[in-house]
């Protein structure tokens, strides 16, 4: 930062909300007063017009009456200004104004005053051009070489350069390859125009070679046309620079030496006649202007740059000479010749800050006073060190920001789910193939106990669930003031949901006198869905491929009592102990209960569909019992980890994953081919001799149709992909009971449980599910279920990959469960890290699941079976297997 600040010699701020840029500001002679004295220039979006001739006093003077020569609001906004030799006949300077849609120059001509209020100055319209095309900037010059006037050449939005010979127009020509405009100057060196294309590089073209190119204004061209010897627009050279550039700036101090000066987003160039660098600067910091301008020194070139800083630089070609600090971060800067003073830096802000200063220093006549020696009273320090501690505590207490007890919330939100399902689905875009997609209102209510600012609730139910509507914004809540809200919730994909839970969460503000806009804070609560949203009464089923059996402490509790939402009226006494639920989007779960046991068996054909069955047996048993003032029930599960069936749904799932991985090599190498054909044809078609297309047409949309194909694919892939892994979380829920059940973990041990199993919400490209589980599982083999010191000392690796196959994770899974087998304990501390003894069993695929005593009679069928094992098939009566003689009874 500079110690030393721009001298102000004359300042004034321009109107009230205007825009400026950096074709706005302009310094010259512009009423052609002989005095060599400039005028200041201006010209805002809003169209404003203001020409100024700063008279101060002394330095640092605000703007006087007189200063404003002339001050006219014109209809469009102002690009751009410039002072030339614009109109024929005379060599007068007038000003050319460049508007989006036309080009006006004017002659500016003052009148001595008669009387106190001075001269009197005005505009006179010599011409205007109206553009066929959006304007962006223009430059001037001698084009051609020509002697005692100056030509206008505007660029437009669209790549055009259209030229003017003073009052006529002369020809128009596109750039090459062109995309956005940059900025543009003109050489008169070499008579040629330079600018800075999208390529981020430096281009030249020849006014010659524009004026005999074809033109660009003749798009359809005739059998003579194509005949003619028209010629194409060429570059002369193109330097690459690497970045866009700001501005752009022909210097020709000496007639001998002609420099072009490019400043970048962080460099500036020098570059010689032919393109070549003479030599750039790397800058620290981000330019928003410059203007070179004549240094002492014979041989260099002084630079005045701008930067976001509200700093100007001024160096002598690479060499930083002198930094000073600006009020404003400067759009444009010029150096002007004012009331006999030369060299006056002129800068204007984009918000219409025009200053006039110089460099100098301002010394400092501060003296620091003499500090008074005395004896230092400790108590006194220490009595007001207490009072500021005091005061510091109560600044930052954290009263009113922590969360406080259910009881005294500022706001409390509540859901309140309806017992029954809706008379009238309210489901909306169900993908769901059942006839009728059942949804269940819940009741929403929003509390507030203190004002509460900008509160908005979210409703948020797990995929393939959905809400009919999950966002509401609400206005400032008043103390004791209530919002309630009415949404339902239904089944929209495909499949059923690992979860049948929803949480609602609102944000709002609570504003203390500390800050007054408010606290952020957090409130949310829970609720839990119907389990006949998702499936509903069947009939039961007495073969299934994958059953397990859950014991308790207490006696069997009749289904009618626990549930009666599934039980059918009409034949309550045979639905007692056995249950069918048929799943909306899925297979048939049957649930049995022992006469004589205290167990109970869950069966289906798929994995998955026994979570949620299960889960809600449990919860409804706890319900039961709790209710019966029961404190110790229990359940416990003894029979053998499905690892194998589980394990065949993490394959289909990183099956999917590794297929969408090929569909997205597939799509990028179509693209890529697809992109490569529009590029050969589109060359064919801009050819004014155009080549046989020999089948690019037929390969470009042969290859268009793989592209959608492949994409059609890939999005099937991702629906699967998402069906996988919603069967592979309620597989996993269903895993993580039975293993708590099994070891009889604690809540701790099922928390690190879940956190292993279940990190993620949803598969993502950049993180999967297989590599989260692995990495978490290792960690825990390698801390708290190590067999040794050796293990502990293993370093894991910190970066997550997707795996090639899954033969580490299911070998890693299996480890993991023989040792929670062999007594391994969960926990987050490697210290805990205890060793089973010899005599324990061993690994959980070997423990045998203990058999039913009693036969179960299937309603509507005479076939029995006992249990022995949960993914055996069971052999019936008739000495069949349960799948034969289902075959077997039916009609």
Same mark, same amino acid.
């Given at each position: ?8 010699w004359w300042s004034?701020?321009l ?8 074709g706005?500001l ?5 009423d052609?007063s ?5 005028? $200041?220039?201006?010209?805002?979006y ?5 020409i100024?001739n700063?008279h101060p ?5 605000g703007i ?7 001050e006219?609001?014109?209809r469009?906004?102002i690009?751009?200004v410039?002072?030339?030799k614009?109109?024929?006949g ?8 460049l508007?989006?849609?036309k080009?006006?120059v004017?002659a ?5 005053g ?7 100055y005005?505009?006179?319209?010599m011409y ?5 095309r959006?304007?962006?900037n ?9 002697k005692g006037r ?6 437009s ?8 010979e003073q ?9 090459p390859?062109?995309?956005l405009?940059g ?5 008169s060196?070499t008579?040629s ?6 390529c981020?590089q430096?281009?030249?073209y020849?006014?010659q070679?524009?004026a ?6 003749e ?6 046309q194509k005949?003619?010897s028209g ?7 193109v330097?690459? $620079?690497?970045e866009?550039?700001?501005?752009i ?11 072009v000066?490019v ?6 160039f020098c570059?010689?006649d032919?393109g070549?660098?003479r030599?750039?600067k790397?800058l620290?910091?981000s ?20 930067n976001?800083?509200?700093m100007?630089?001024?160096y002598?070609?690479v ?7 600006l009020p ?15 060299g006056?830096?002129?800068?204007l802000s ?5 200053q006039c200063?110089y460099?100098g220093?301002?010394?400092?006549f501060?003296?620091?006073?003499r500090?008074e ?5 400790y ?14 505590k109560e600044?930052?207490k ?8 259910e ?14 399902l809706?008379a ?20 929403v209510?929003?509390q507030?106990r ?7 609730l979210?409703?948020c139910v ?14 400032d ?7 309630t ?9 495909n499949?059923s949901p ?15 006198e500390?800050n007054p ?5 957090v409130?949310?609560c829970n609720?839990?869905?119907?389990l006949?949203l ?5 009939q039961?089923?007495?073969a ?7 014991d ?5 509790v ?9 039980v059918d009226?009409?034949?309550e006494?045979d639905q ?11 297979s048939?779960t049957?649930?049995?209960?022992s006469k ?13 569909d026994?979570?949620?069955i299960?889960?809600?047996l ?9 209710k019966q003032?029961c404190k ?5 599960f ?5 690892l194998?069936?589980y394990?065949?749904l ?8 590794l ?5 997205q090599?597939l799509?990028s190498e179509r693209?890529?081919?697809f992109r490569? $054909?529009?590029?050969r044809?589109l060359?064919r ?5 155009p ?6 047409d037929?390969l470009?949309?042969?290859?268009f149709r793989?592209?959608?194909a492949?994409?059609d694919?890939a999005?099937?892939n991702q ?6 892994f ?7 829920h ?10 009889k973990?604690s809540a701790?041990?099922?928390? $690190?449980?879940e ?6 919400a ?5 993180l999967?599910?297989e590599?989260a589980?692995d990495?978490a599982i290792s960690?825990?083999?390698?801390t708290?279920?190590?067999k040794s010191s ?17 033969s580490?994770?299911?070998k890693n899974?299996t480890l993991f469960?023989?040792?929670? =087998?062999?007594?391994g304990?969960?926990?987050l501390?490697t210290?805990?890290a205890?060793q089973q ?9 070997t423990?045998p699941?203990s ?6 009679v299937?309603?509507g069928s ?8 949960p993914?055996?098939?069971q052999k019936?009566?008739h000495?069949l297997?349960e799948? =034969?003689?289902e075959? =077997?009874?039916?009609p």
């Amino acid at each position: 930062m500079s110690l030393f600040k721009a001298r102000d010699w004359w300042s004034t701020i321009l109107g009230e909300k205007e825009e400026f840029d950096q074709g706005c500001l302009c310094v010259a002679d512009v009423d052609n007063s002989g005095s060599g004295q400039d005028k $200041i220039i201006v010209g805002s979006y809003m169209g404003y017009l203001r020409i100024f001739n700063p008279h101060p006093v002394k330095p640092g003077d605000g703007i006087q009456p007189e200063d404003l020569l002339l001050e006219v609001q014109l209809r469009e906004p102002i690009l751009q200004v410039e002072v030339g030799k614009f109109v024929s006949g005379t060599e007068g300077l007038h000003l050319a104004v460049l508007h989006c849609r036309k080009l006006c120059v004017y002659a500016v001509s003052g009148t001595l005053g008669n009387v106190e209020h001075g001269n009197q100055y005005q505009i006179k319209l010599m011409y205007e051009h109206n553009l066929q095309r959006t304007a962006c900037n223009m430059t001037y010059g001698p084009f051609g070489g020509v002697k005692g006037r100056d030509l206008i050449c505007i660029q437009s939005m669209d790549g055009m350069l259209m030229l003017f010979e003073q009052e006529s127009y002369a020809f128009g020509r596109f750039l090459p390859g062109f995309l956005l405009p940059g900025p543009l100057t003109y050489s008169s060196r070499t008579d040629s125009f330079i600018t800075v294309s999208s390529c981020r590089q430096v281009e030249s073209y020849k006014y010659q070679v524009l004026a005999f190119a074809t033109d660009a204004d003749e798009r359809q061209e005739t059998e003579q046309q194509k005949l003619s010897s028209g010629k194409k627009v060429a570059v002369d050279w193109v330097l690459n $620079i690497g970045e866009q550039a700001l501005d752009i700036c022909v210097v020709s101090f000496n007639q001998a030496v002609s420099s072009v000066f490019v400043l970048g987003e962080r460099n500036f160039f020098c570059l010689k006649d032919n393109g070549q660098i003479r030599f750039m600067k790397k800058l620290d910091y981000s330019p928003s202007c410059f203007i070179p301008y004549c240094s002492v020194k014979e041989g260099t070139i002084n630079t005045l740059v701008g930067n976001h800083s509200k700093m100007l630089n001024v160096y002598q070609d690479v060499t930083l000479k002198w930094a000073t600090q600006l009020p404003h971060v400067p759009v444009s800067v010029k150096v002007a010749n004012l009331q006999d003073l030369k060299g006056v830096i002129v800068t204007l802000s984009d918000n219409g800050h025009l200053q006039c200063s110089y460099l100098g220093t301002d010394p400092s006549f501060f003296q620091a006073p003499r500090v008074e020696s005395r004896e230092i009273n400790y108590e006194e320090f220490e009595a007001e060190m207490k009072e500021l501690q005091k005061i510091i505590k109560e600044a930052t207490k954290t009263q009113g920001i922590l969360p406080k007890s259910e009881k005294h919330r500022d706001v409390i939100v509540t859901a309140e789910v309806s017992p029954d399902l809706d008379a009238e689905s309210q489901a909306i875009d169900s993908e769901v193939k059942a006839e009728v997609v059942p949804s269940v209102t819940v009741k929403v209510t929003v509390q507030s106990r203190v004002t509460a600012q900008k509160p908005s609730l979210a409703v948020c139910v797990q995929a393939p669930l959905a809400v009919t509507c999950d966002q509401f914004v609400f206005d400032d809540l008043e103390p004791d003031s209530s919002e309630t809200v009415v949404v339902s919730v239904f089944l929209k994909g495909n499949c059923s949901p690992s979860e049948l839970e929803g949480n609602c969460v609102v944000s709002y503000n609570t504003p203390t006198e500390l800050n007054p806009e408010g606290i952020p804070k957090v409130a949310q609560c829970n609720f839990r869905l119907p389990l006949r949203l998702v499936c509903s009464p069947a009939q039961p089923s007495k073969a299934a491929n994958h059953k397990l059996t859950i014991d308790t402490n207490k006696p069997p509790v009749s289904f009618l009592t626990i549930f009666p939402d599934f039980v059918d009226p009409s034949s309550e006494d045979d639905q007692a102990n056995v249950l069918g639920f048929q799943f909306l989007t899925s297979s048939k779960t049957t649930l049995l209960a022992s006469k004589t046991s205290q167990r109970y068996r869950i069966q289906s054909d798929q994995l998955e569909d026994l979570w949620l069955i299960t889960k809600e047996l449990m919860l409804r048993l706890e319900e039961h019992f709790k209710k019966q003032n029961c404190k110790d029930f229990a359940c416990t599960f003894s029979g053998s980890i499905p690892l194998q069936e589980y394990f065949e749904l993490i394959d289909r799932h990183f099956e999917l994953r590794l297929n969408a991985e090929k569909f997205q090599e597939l799509l990028s190498e179509r693209a890529v081919q697809f992109r490569a $054909i529009e590029r050969r044809l589109l060359t064919r078609f801009k050819d004014k001799t155009p080549a046989p297309l020999q089948h690019l047409d037929t390969l470009l949309e042969g290859t268009f149709r793989e592209v959608i194909a492949l994409a059609d694919a890939a999005e099937e892939n991702q629906a699967n992909m998402f069906q996988a892994f919603t069967k592979l979380r309620s597989a996993t829920h269903l895993m993580v009971t039975l293993i708590s059940l099994w070891q009889k973990l604690s809540a701790d041990q099922v928390a $690190i449980l879940e956190a292993t199993f279940l990190p993620l919400a949803e598969d993502t490209p950049e993180l999967g599910w297989e590599e989260a589980v692995d990495a978490a599982i290792s960690y825990l083999l390698r801390t708290c279920l190590s067999k040794s010191s050796k293990e502990q000392a293993l370093n894991l690796s910190s970066q997550l990959c997707m795996p090639k196959d899954t033969s580490r994770l299911k070998k890693n899974i299996t480890l993991f469960c023989d040792r929670l =087998a062999k007594g391994g304990r969960l926990s987050l501390s490697t210290d805990s890290a205890t060793q089973q003894p010899a005599g324990m069993p061993g690994g959980c695929a070997t423990i045998p699941e203990s058999d039913l005593e009693e036969r179960t009679v299937i309603l509507g069928s005479a076939a029995t079976f006992p249990s022995r094992g949960p993914m055996a098939r069971q052999k019936s009566k008739h000495g069949l297997s349960e799948d =034969a003689a289902e075959q =077997a009874e039916k009609p």
